[in-house]
């Protein structure tokens, strides 16, 4: 059917348009059926290449060490590498990515904003990452039915089981919860009877509801798994990394930088000190148009 601009959903028509003209409706139907979804392509082989690659200089600037992406041993489970986005402009492309945006936008609505931007950088050894769902940080059972939180997982190395891969629980974002202790293990007897591998090749996005649990296996081979973890929220929650006062100047390039500049905060409505309200609804609905412009 067409979609109208219909009065009842307002903000929903133009992301329901957007979604379709991405051609992402069937994975906007897996998203609500299964909490999550998989997007091949989602990053040419040379922005993976180039994302990979800079990771690693990040990563050994860090640690202090070299890396081996094929053989590495010295680096054994998981490491997050936070605060990406100001190390290269080109993570920007992540951030705003058309391919994945339209299905962010309709999990967390357009006000979304970045909550992080790092690396869950994976080498071989440990339990992997337990299952969780994302929706944490103090917010109590149950969780609500819309998403709060969403994750944009990007593979930058092809995953596997055996490499460390990405797990997932189809349908978990209907638990409304976190799965308790016995529910959490991937590995050995104790391995939760409903979790799957994502086993897909590099450039591949993985896109999922807030509610929904999953986690990382361990890696049991020599080698570094590598992602992109894009991580987002909903405009009333407190981001996990502080961008709204810390975009470096000449960072953002005007209108072309809209979409973005919103997703750093710069449209906040709350915060505000002696200059109260008004302007931060002001400079909004601004940007709102920009914002169209850009999508259009
Ligand atoms: O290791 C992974 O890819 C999963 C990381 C994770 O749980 C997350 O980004 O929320
Ligand atoms: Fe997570």
Redesign the pocket.
Known sequence: MEIGNWSATPDLNEIYREIRKQGLETNLAELEAFGFTVIPNALTTEQVAHFRNRIIEISEERLGRKLDIENETGHSE?EFVPYLLYKDKRFKESIINPKVMPLIHYLLGQHCILSSLGC?L?GPGGNG?LL?S?TSNGVPDPFTAYSQVC?C?YALTDYTEEG???AMVPGSHRHHRQPTKSERNLVGNDRYEHVIPIEVPAGTAILWHGNTW???FPRLKPGL?I?L?N?YCREYIAPQENYRNTVPEGFLDGEKDALLARLLGADLAYGWTDEGPLKHFERRKQREEHVQTWQS
């Open positions: 998981m869950h994976k990452l969780h994302d994750n997982n460390g891969s990405l999953h986690g990382s798994r992602n973890s991580y």
